[in-house]
């Protein structure tokens, strides 16, 4: 139960009221007073004031000082008029909390409202910098233009003034010219063929300055002499010409041309592929040279127990397409059961390689790789290789009783080996 | 060699832009005038040849024409001033040459070529430079071929590949050396990087190199002087200046190559007024302006004491970026320094003015 202050003291105006309240010790803070336009409360704990006032104040006017261990309110009415009394007569409870709450609301709002008008006039701020930035800016810009296009005017009137000259030298050309037709051509007729005898005179230097001495008044007249300097067509003939080569139909490129290398590289790689074959394998059906064929034909043969065939099936495989990496593999087994150790390793090896990323697809395919590998090792006593392999399997497959056991085999082996020496 | 300041570098100001309806190959100015022809192929799949004139700061179109080909490339180097007609080479491998007054019927006609004719030149018109007129087309059929416009139906000079040989793409051609009534050269790029110099005198090849680039354009500084230096531009954004005054027997020309940007450069035109200036365009929308500067000495003797020569340098003036899609054509104007025209793939043709070039 908070205490409640009551020893307040206020007098009246006509347009305000002023509240003193003694705090009796207490210490107070602006955060303490909540006042809204007719509700004022002071909390302070354990103290506790408030009046419902008897009418609405300007509590945005209104001020409260705090001080000498009292607060002094100064409100302002909303309404100049006499109070009766400074709180509100006939209060019951659900009236005041209604009241409290509702000013609790308001001066909600209130604060918002403060916040969001704030926030505006921030935002004018920066719009008005923004503006004078811009302002700015374009004044720069538009002296750059003026420059520009004082240049241009200048430039302009130049062009205006040539094109007047231009103008007027033509339509002084061609009067001239229409008028000097029409008088002058029956005597050109005669002139020409005259022309023509002297220019019969093998010396062309000689006959082209006489040309030049005689020429008339009339300008045509020298222009159709010089027609007749002009030398005769060139007697036809063809160049032949050679190009550098080149295989693309294309523009040549600087920077294609690494690209452009690499598909020619491959180009002449398959056709070698190819070539190989049809020259020595002429008489081999079709299916002969499908790859695929060809590995079912090994796996056959390899469950036949014909190990070479197999391997001979294989390498033709091979041949053709060299990135099989079952190929590889199914020759392996062949090479390890036909003893050739070292091939067997080589193969499991491409294989190995081959089968790179490796992802659960070729998860079988690696474990049989890695197993044939240290089969081949074992056999040829390299047991510590033939264990690594062997753990790899494992680590791939790690299920797999067989390779479970082996590996145990050989790690017996290698202790035993090492007790011994 | 005068480092040059930035505020006395040439400006690249864009004058005009034109919005054209139809895909522009070729822009080249028309002589001693004031009026430009824009050469392409429409959407329908027919050529369009349109003459502009520049009125103050908008081209005004005098006359279109249309014809059943699309229109590749074109030229005025072999008509005379007075004539002044069109050389075009279209995608038929046709050429013709156009009277504009009259362009129904052509002046000249033959089927030049099996596939389409990417690049043409003249040689001899225009009051430039002496000798019979000639025209050289450059084709996808791997030819290249001379016409001379007095003769019909045959070409007076042709470079086909040998027998059996497969043929490579020619991209470009351009004439030189035609100082006097008998000299000419012709030089040829080809999709494979191969260049090829063609001594049209004495019919026979005069040099030839590979810049292991596809070469997109090349151009000699001055069709009628004794050759004197040769740009050609490739793909993957290289260029090479080949410095033509000393063949040495077995190392060709000198040169030096310089590599502006990423990507292809489509065309390369020299600065009729000053051929040590010249410019490049490219197919991210830039054009570049570059200058040659001559080394010390042009030439040295070798070990063998034979001649050889040395290569310059080529320095940056200034770079502009017009466009998103590829300038493709490019043409100074012979009357007026420092104005030019160039046409890019996004249909529009825009006239350029490039500003202090009298400083450099």
């Not at chain 1, 209130?110 to 505006?120: G, N, Q, Y």
């Not at chain 1, 190990?307 to 079952?326: C, E, H, I, K, Q």
Request: proline share 4%; aromatic share 8%; charged share 30%.
């Amino acid at each position: 139960m908070p205490v409640w202050l009551r020893e307040h003291s206020w007098r009246q105006t006509l347009t305000a009221v002023y509240l003193s309240l003694p705090l009796r010790g207490a210490r107070a803070s602006p955060s303490s007073i909540f006042c809204s336009e007719q509700y004022l409360k002071v909390s302070i704990p354990p103290f506790l004031f408030e009046a419902v006032l008897y009418a609405p104040i300007d509590d945005t006017n209104s001020t409260a000082k705090i001080g000498n261990g009292n607060i002094f309110f100064t409100l302002y009415k909303k309404e100049p008029a006499m109070w009766d009394s400074l709180t509100l007569a006939n209060t019951d409870k659900e009236k005041l909390q209604y009241l409290r709450e509702n000013a609790v609301l308001k001066a909600q709002e209130k604060a918002k409202e403060e916040t969001e008008a704030r926030k505006i006039t921030k935002q004018e701020h920066k719009k008005y910098a923004l503006e004078a930035t811009m302002k700015v800016e374009e004044a720069e810009r538009k002296r750059i233009e003026d420059l520009k296009e004082k240049e241009r005017q200048k430039v302009v009137k130049e062009l205006e003034l040539w094109k007047n000259q231009q103008k007027h030298g033509d339509k002084y050309k061609s009067i001239q010219k229409k008028g000097e037709l029409y008088q002058e051509i029956e005597p050109l007729k005669e002139r020409k063929n005259e022309k023509m005898n002297k220019t019969r005179i093998p010396n062309e230097g000689t006959s082209k300055t006489r040309l030049k001495s005689t020429k008339g008044s009339c300008s045509i007249f020298s222009q159709n002499l010089k027609e007749e300097q002009l030398p005769a067509p060139r007697a036809a003939a063809t160049i032949k010409v050679n190009f550098t080569p080149r295989v693309f139909p294309t523009a040549l490129r600087e920077s294609r041309v690494a690209e452009e290398e690499e598909w020619l590289h491959k180009q002449a790689e398959a056709r070698r592929i190819i070539n190989s074959d049809l020259s020595e394998l002429e008489d081999l059906k079709e299916e002969e040279k499908n790859p695929d064929w060809l590995k079912d034909k090994g796996n056959k043969m390899f469950a036949m127990g014909d190990y070479l065939g197999a391997v001979n099936a294989y390498n033709l495989a091979v041949r053709l397409n060299n990135s099989l990496p079952l190929l590889y593999l199914n020759r392996a087994a062949c090479h390890l059961k036909l003893r050739n150790l070292h091939k067997a390793i080589e193969d499991s090896s491409k294989a190995l390689e081959l089968l790179t990323p490796p992802v659960p697809d070729n998860e079988n395919a690696r474990v049989k790789a890695h197993v044939r590998r240290g089969t081949a090792f074992c056999q040829l006593e390299l047991y510590t290789e033939g264990l690594q392999d062997y753990e790899a399997a494992l680590k791939i497959d790690p299920r797999n009783k067989n390779i479970e056991k082996d590996a145990e085999k050989i790690r017996h082996l290698i202790q035993g080996t090492m007790q011994i020496s | 060699m005068s480092a040059i300041v930035g505020a006395e570098r040439p400006q690249v100001v864009s004058h005009v832009q034109q919005a054209l309806s139809y895909t522009v190959f070729d822009c080249k100015w028309v002589p001693r005038s004031a009026r430009l022809l824009c050469l392409g192929s429409a959407a329908r799949g027919t050529g369009i040849v349109q003459l502009y004139e520049l009125h103050g700061a908008r081209l005004e179109l005098l006359r279109e024409i249309e014809k059943p080909k699309p229109i590749k490339c074109g030229t005025f180097g072999a008509t005379s001033l007075q004539q002044r007609y069109l050389a075009t080479g279209d995608f038929d491998g046709n050429l013709n040459i156009w009277n504009l007054e009259a362009p129904e019927i052509p002046v000249y006609s033959v089927k030049g070529h099996k596939e389409i004719i990417n690049s043409i030149d003249g040689v001899g018109g225009l009051g430039i430079g002496e000798g019979a007129p000639e025209i050289v087309t450059g084709s996808r059929d791997g030819t290249v071929k001379v016409w001379d416009p007095r003769q019909n139906d045959t070409p007076v000079a042709s470079m086909e590949p040998v027998q059996g040989e497969s043929k490579r793409d020619c991209w470009t051609v351009a004439f030189g050396n035609a100082y006097n009534q008998e000299e000419r050269v012709v030089c040829a790029g080809y999709d494979n990087g191969d260049i090829k110099l063609f001594d049209l005198k004495t019919m026979s090849l005069r040099w030839e190199t590979n810049i292991k680039n596809g070469v997109c354009s090349v151009e000699f500084d001055r069709k009628d002087i004794n050759m004197n230096k040769l740009v050609a531009t490739s793909l993957e954004g290289k260029f090479h200046v080949f410095d033509l005054r000393t063949q040495h027997p077995t190392k060709g020309f000198a040169s030096v190559s310089e590599k502006a940007q990423k990507s292809t450069i489509w065309q390369v035109r020299h600065l009729p007024q000053n051929r040590d200036i010249f410019m490049t365009s490219g197919g991210s929308g830039s054009l570049h302006l570059w200058k040659y500067e001559y080394p010390a000495q042009r030439s040295k003797k070798d070990s063998e004491g034979s001649e050889m020569g040395v290569a310059g340098s080529v320095s940056l003036l200034q770079n502009v970026t017009l466009s998103t899609q590829p300038i493709s054509s490019l043409d100074w104007s012979p009357d007026k320094k420092g104005l030019c025209v160039c046409g890019a793939f996004d249909q529009t043709v825009r006239v350029l003015i490039v500003t202090k070039l009298n400083k450099i």
